[in-house]
């Protein structure tokens, strides 16, 4: 089996260095927001996945279909050990609205998906959730579900984390951790950044679904 579009690990970030000569007193500036590392750093899962497609459904019970997204995907561990699979698919609309994938899905929702990709051993994402094994023949084969947040979708982003163990706290404009509302600092978690652009004003059945980007970021 193989998917249409195959990970490529990509590592974005810079450093620079610029100096300055002034008789003022240096003052603190904010700190990068913070980015992966070039060198690998901590476990990280092989992820295949296909674009985003559309799906209009019959809910039993519902008034009327209502239409949904969803993800093929397939994870692989590829590491010299078992991991933890938990990961969160969260769909970014050009409106600068987050949807979370698999919230109270119903059951009809992915079984029409299964039918249709019947070709994947699709399994649902709470059976997917826990210990990853290790080889290609432990793979999970899953699918990330959005009710469909607009009807002229346009430019999004799909952000998938839990591929990764890389974390990396959230510091201040003085370098010091920030915490949260329990006292605990905030941790980011290297999360796969997904682009992708629907061509033309509205959703035809036929229209176009194009990736335009793919990068790793801190989030």
Do not use: H
Not at 92 to 109: I, N, P, W
């Amino acid at each position: 089996m193989r998917l249409i579009s195959r990970l490529t690990i990509v590592a974005v970030g810079s450093i620079c260095a610029v100096g300055a000569f002034t008789l003022a007193p240096s003052i603190p500036t904010a700190n990068a927001y913070p980015q992966p590392s070039v060198y690998p750093v901590a476990w990280e899962l092989d992820f295949v996945f296909e674009s985003p497609k559309r799906i209009v459904v019959e809910i039993p019970g519902g008034a009327a279909p209502k239409a949904y997204w969803y993800m093929p995907y397939v994870a692989t561990n590829n590491t010299d050990r078992e991991q933890v699979f938990l990961p969160t698919f969260d769909l970014l609309t050009k409106e600068g609205r987050v949807v979370k994938s698999d919230m109270e899905t119903s059951a009809a929702v992915f079984n029409a998906i299964a039918r249709r990709e019947a070709k994947w051993p699709l399994k649902p994402a709470l059976e997917n959730a826990g210990p990853i094994l290790v080889g290609e023949d432990q793979a999970k084969y899953g699918v990330a579900i959005w009710e469909e947040p607009s009807s002229e979708p346009g430019m999004f982003s799909v952000y998938v984390t839990g591929l990764s163990g890389e974390t990396a706290p959230l510091t201040d404009s003085e370098g010091k951790p920030i915490n949260d509302k329990d006292g605990q600092p905030i941790l980011l978690r290297k999360t796969l950044q997904l682009d992708f652009n629907v061509r033309g004003d509205e959703l035809y059945a036929g229209d176009p679904i194009d990736q335009t980007g793919k990068q790793w970021v801190m989030r």
